[in-house]
């Protein structure tokens, strides 16, 4: 299995959900919710695990919580 590391470069545009990206979630990030400038990316690792596939991201780590 590969080493999972939060250094590795960013792999593929994330998927953001309108709720997440309208209103007051407009120019955050996801999880913070510190000021949000660059595209949402998935890492390498999340890519290769096919978590890429599982929608957008704040929606998967409310339900996980």
Aim: glycine share 8%.
């Amino acid at each position: 299995m590969i080493g999972l590391s939060h250094d590795s470069p960013p792999a593929l545009v994330t998927y953001i959900c309108d709720e997440c990206s309208l209103g007051n979630y407009q120019n955050k990030r996801l999880v913070c919710g510190g000021k949000g400038i660059f595209d949402a990316f998935h890492c390498f690792e999340c890519n290769w695990l096919k978590k890429d596939r599982d929608r957008c991201p704040k929606m998967i780590n409310l339900r996980s919580s």
